[in-house]
């Protein structure tokens, strides 16, 4: 009786140690930015203010990660409020018809040492794609509260003309190329 009690608690063990595990990003020290370039020589940034973010992985360097994010549309700020209507109008985001954008991951495969290519499915706008960004996992540590925090970089780029974003304005206007970059802290669920 005593061996089948130490084999069912070394099962239960195993089984939470590589229970999947719950991670929700922290507001206060995330940020989702982007980088288009106006007519060929000043790039401009921006932000999504509202945006949340979760990820859901069994394993403790994150091989298995399954990122999810929606953003506020009618959140993107540029620090000009001229351009940031245009932007949440029906030439851009059009943020009545689309509210949000949302990413799912699909794939991750590790590169290197905190490392890996993230692939996933990027919505805006209505439409759907495939897309992969570089990710840089950027560790653990124990965090206020007695749980643990991690670190992550998103980078990548989009094409917006993938999304319909702002078709009327070329790309010597504005870049069809759209730089991408997540810099995030989730904190461990319960």
Do not use: C
């Not at 130490?6 to 595990?21: G, K, R, V």
């Not at 490392?115 to 840089?136: E, Q, R, S």
């Amino acid at each position: 009786m005593k061996k089948l009690f130490i084999i069912a608690a070394a099962a239960l063990l195993n089984t939470a140690a590589f229970a999947q595990t719950t991670w929700n990003v922290d507001r206060a020290h995330s940020k989702l930015t982007f980088t288009a370039t106006h007519l060929l020589v000043s790039d401009v940034d921006g932000e999504f203010k509202d945006f949340s973010a979760s990820i859901v992985a069994a394993k403790p360097d994150f091989s298995d990660a399954k990122f999810t994010l929606t953003a506020n549309t009618a959140s993107v700020n540029t620090g000009v409020d001229q351009r940031d209507g245009h932007l949440k109008s029906a030439d851009f985001f059009d943020v009545a018809n689309f509210p949000t954008l949302t990413f799912t991951t699909t794939g991750v495969t590790k590169v290197s040492d905190n490392k890996y290519k993230l692939n996933g499915n990027l919505t805006i706008h209505g439409v759907t794609k495939p897309v992969a960004f570089d990710l840089w996992y950027r560790g653990t540590i124990a965090g206020m509260g007695g749980k643990p925090d991690a670190g992550f970089q998103i980078t990548g780029t989009i094409k917006r003309a993938d999304f319909n974003l702002g078709s009327k304005f070329g790309n010597a206007m504005i870049s069809d190329e759209i730089a991408v970059k997540a810099n995030g802290e989730f904190g461990q669920a319960k």
